[in-house]
């Protein structure tokens, strides 16, 4: 079974990592350009979990490209299994980091009205970087259970 939709080494898996890549820095744009952004630590950490998001996402999308490109297979065991788990790992930390600066962004905008009472803030940044970071986080998920799909079929 080693058609499986996203592994590495196809143009599924390279598109899944560029959309990883697009996403993440695009979070960590939208997050960076908001006013305040560093006097909140769920926004710092979600702009380090992107950060390494981007930079896995990055590598595996360089490496996949390397492969279309000398038509090499990358369906190896062990470099799989180092997919999976660095797959899993970033999935936890963007889900983590995405779900606490969401949290924030509630408790601001809904729970105490810092966006009314503080105008200067950027809301408006915090919701996208929110939302742009659980995108990614849906890419990565996938791509992580694509990973985990593929192992034992090597």
């Keep these: 079974m080693k058609d499986v939709l996203g592994s590495p ?15 993440a820095g695009a979070s960590m744009a939208a997050m960076a ?9 769920a926004f710092c950490y979600l702009i380090a979990s992107m950060g390494l998001q981007l930079l896995w996402s990055f590598g595996l999308a360089c ?5 279309l490109k000398t038509k090499r297979d990358l369906h190896n065991p062990v470099l799989v299994s180092l997919f999976v788990v ?3 790992v ?3 930390l963007s889900f983590a980091a995405a779900s606490a600066s969401a949290g924030v962004t509630i408790l ?3 729970d105490v009205h810092f966006c009314r009472m503080y105008p200067q803030l950027s809301c ?13 986080w849906s890419f990565i ?6 990973m985990f799909w593929l192992l034992p079929s090597l």
Excluded at 124 to 136: K, N
Excluded at 141 to 146: D, E, F, I, L, P
């Design 33 to 41: 350009t908001a006013y305040g952004f560093s006097n909140y630590t």
């Design 63 to 67: 490496l996949d490209i390397y492969s």
């Design 9 to 23: 080494g196809t143009w599924s898996g390279m598109a899944l990592r560029l959309s990883q890549c697009v996403s």
């Design 86 to 88: 660095g797959d899993w």
């Design 141 to 146: 998920a996938t791509s992580a259970v694509s």
């Design 124 to 136: 408006g940044r915090y919701e996208l970087s929110v939302i742009l970071a659980f995108i990614t």
């Design 90 to 92: 970033t999935a936890i």
């Design 108 to 110: 601001f905008e809904r």
